[in-house]
């Protein structure tokens, strides 16, 4: 069974460097094969999808592109994000989705795992 833990400061001030980790245990040999993905969920709205890294490829929601960066360390099965020049519209429980590729898109996917996301306020 995967679990996954995201990580993160908690308050950033506005146009500061947002920089979480998310962290997969048990299962090391199973999550090699599905993708790893950014979700977040501002104050009173829905779901938004940030981006993933599947099978060497990263993907990013137009969106967000401008200013989000996601990579994998395998060695320590960390999924790290950076999301920069942040304004408090990027104030949100983030969670990090173990999960699978549809085919035909970069952006959809069904989810595995999830983790118990992270709350994130950007306010000066």
């Known amino acids: 069974q995967v679990q996954l833990q995201e990580s993160g400061p908690g308050l950033v001030k506005p146009s500061q460097t947002l920089s979480l980790t998310c962290t997969a245990s048990?299962?090391?040999?199973?999550?090699?094969?599905?993708?790893w993905s950014w979700i977040r969920q501002p104050p009173g709205k829905g779901l938004e999808w940030m981006g993933a890294?599947?099978?060497?490829?990263?993907y990013y929601s137009p969106s967000l592109k401008s200013h989000t960066s996601a990579s994998r360390d395998t060695s320590k099965n960390h999924f790290p994000l950076q999301l920069s020049s942040v304004t408090p519209e990027d104030t949100a429980v983030y969670y990090c989705?173990?999960?699978?590729?549809?085919?035909?898109?970069?952006?959809?996917?069904?989810?595995?795992?999830w983790g118990q996301g992270t709350q994130v306020t950007v306010s000066s």
């Open positions: 048990g299962g090391s040999n199973t999550t090699s094969y599905y993708a």
């Open positions: 989705a173990l999960g699978r590729k549809l085919e035909g898109t970069s952006t959809e996917y069904e989810y595995d795992y």
């Open positions: 890294i599947y099978s060497g490829s990263t």
